[in-house]
């Protein structure tokens, strides 16, 4: 299961059923789950903790120092979980003891070619990366979350769990959840109800975040004001609850 070229360290976790293409090398502190495949010419350098069942294809490099100036070779960590898909040239980094000491990826994700996620960054579950997409430092990224090519989020921005970022989009506030944006700059363009429709999103449900979102965009409401109509909303519209907690929590103001 590990080609003969392959560099493991001796303080490397492998399990038995890890799979280790040719000349890759696999640092100390690295643990992989079983099931995982690494594919040829992979680098993955720790405190590293991945997961089950995922794949990494050629070149990547994984777990590798965070690109800041104030990195001082702190142990910090990457951690990523069960069934990703991590396609070539994809760079991850760990994160610093400034913030969370750890750059932390979910589980089912699918992150296409030359994805950098930046240290510090935590990202939800069942997220779409299309090829080239950015995550500059400390950003945070819900689930179902969908980027398009060359897309990206500046540091510290959070993205709403299924928001949708067209291609070329890049963003410098909070894309609320469920919000779909796109342009340069990036402005937002309504509600992702496609991609509610395909994770089973009633009629019902999607009507009710359409009415949530043009409260804040649509009705000339300040938004203080907004958020109190979905506080109210929420009691009854249960799909509204992380709506409105993307809207109090942001600290970067929303993008609008």
């Keep these: 299961m590990i ?12 399990d038995d059923k890890v799979e280790i293409g040719a000349y890759s090398v696999i640092g100390g502190d690295v643990e992989i789950g079983s099931g995982t495949r690494i594919d040829s010419h992979v680098v993955i350098n720790g405190p590293t903790k991945i997961g089950r069942d995922n794949h990494i294809y050629q070149f ?70 299309a090829n080239n997409v950015t995550l500059a430092g400390h950003v945070h990224v819900g689930d179902w979350v969908i980027f398009g090519g060359f897309s990206g989020a500046h540091q510290f921005a959070t993205v709403g769990a299924h928001a949708f970022l067209g291609m070329y989009a890049g963003v410098n506030r909070d894309v609320p959840a469920y919000t779909m944006v796109a342009g340069q700059p990036a402005a937002p363009r309504g509600i992702n109800s496609e991609g509610l ?28 004001e ?10 009854h519209q249960p799909e509204l609850v992380i709506f409105l907690e993307s809207l109090r929590s942001s600290e970067r103001g929303i993008i609008r």
């Design 60 to 129: 990547a490099s994984i777990g590798d120092d965070p690109q800041d100036k104030k990195y001082g070779d702190e142990p910090t960590r990457l951690i990523i979980g069960d069934r990703n898909t991590i396609r070539e040239f994809c760079t991850l980094s760990r994160g610093t003891v400034q913030d969370l000491g750890e750059t932390i990826v979910g589980d089912d994700n699918w992150i296409m070619a030359y994805v950098h996620i930046a240290h510090d960054c935590v990202v939800g579950n069942k997220t779409i990366m």
């Design 197 to 224: 429709k395909r994770r089973d999103f009633s009629e019902e449900q999607i009507r009710n975040i359409k009415n949530a979102y043009r409260l804040v965009y649509r009705k000339g409401l300040k938004l203080s």
């Design 3 to 14: 080609h003969s070229t392959a560099i493991i360290s001796d303080s490397a976790k492998i």
């Design 226 to 235: 907004a958020t109190e109509q979905i506080e109210e909303l929420s009691k």
